[in-house]
C-alpha cells in the first residue's frame, strides 16, 4: 500500500513541510512519484519516518538521529553505540530539567514579592532589569536553530 504525502503527515501528526524537509536534509529517500510526480510512501517509508518524529518527540538532534537510523540497519551490531546516543540525550534532558527548575525557582521568587502597588516597586521589572537580583545563573547556552 502507498500513501500520499498528506496522509503520511496526518498518521504522523505534522506537517507535509517538515516530512520534505526529512527528505531535503537525507533523512529519509526521495519516495517514488506517481506520472504526476506525487509523492508515494511505501509503509517502510512511513516506519522511517515513524522512527523520525519519534526520536524528535524525544528531542534527539538530527546528527543523533542519522546515525540511529545507521545503526537499525546493522542488525547484528552491538548496542553499544545506540546506548551511548540515547545516554547522552538523557544526559541532555536532565540538564535541561535542572536549568528549568532554576527558572522555576526564580519566577516563583519573582511572583511571591509582589508589591502590589506601581511598576516603580514592581519585584518582577527589577529582576529583569537587574540579572544580580536572580538567585541562579539561568543563561542559557547557545543552540543551533530547531529543526521543524
Same mark, same amino acid.
Given at each position: 500500500?502507498?500513501?500520499?504525502? $498528506? ?5 504522523? $501528526? ?11 536534509? $537525507?533523512?529519509?529517500? %526521495?519516495?517514488?512519484?506517481?506520472? $504526476?510526480?506525487? /509523492? ?15 526520536? /524528535? #518527540?524525544?528531542?534527539? !538532534?538530527?546528527?543523533?538521529? /542519522? ?6 540497519? @546493522?542488525? #547484528?551490531?552491538? =548496542?553499544? &553505540?545506540?546506548?551511548?546516543?540515547? %545516554?547522552?540525550? &538523557?544526559?541532555?534532558?536532565?540538564? /535541561? ?6 527558572? #522555576? ?11 502590589? !502597588?506601581?511598576?516603580?516597586? =514592581? @519585584?518582577?521589572? #527589577? ?6 537580583? =536572580? ?14
Amino acid at each position: 500500500m502507498d500513501y500520499s504525502i $498528506g496522509q503520511v503527515a496526518k498518521q504522523l $501528526g505534522c506537517n507535509v513541510q517538515t516530512i520534505r524537509y526529512y527528505e531535503q536534509i $537525507g533523512l529519509i529517500a %526521495a519516495p517514488q512519484r506517481t506520472a $504526476g510526480q506525487q /509523492r508515494r510512501y511505501r509503509s517502510a517509508d512511513l516506519d522511517r519516518l515513524m522512527f523520525v518524529r519519534h526520536a /524528535r #518527540e524525544l528531542g534527539f !538532534s538530527l546528527d543523533a538521529i /542519522r546515525a540511529l537510523l545507521r545503526l537499525s540497519n @546493522q542488525v #547484528e551490531e552491538p =548496542c553499544h &553505540l545506540a546506548d551511548q546516543i540515547a %545516554a547522552e540525550q &538523557l544526559a541532555e534532558v536532565r540538564s /535541561r530539567i535542572a536549568r528549568l527548575r532554576a527558572l #522555576e525557582d526564580e519566577l516563583v521568587a519573582m511572583v511571591d514579592h509582589r508589591a502590589h !502597588s506601581t511598576v516603580a516597586n =514592581c @519585584q518582577v521589572i #527589577e529582576v529583569l532589569r537587574n540579572h544580580a537580583l =536572580c538567585q541562579h545563573d539561568h543563561h542559557e547556552p547557545p543552540t543551533s536553530p530547531a529543526a521543524p
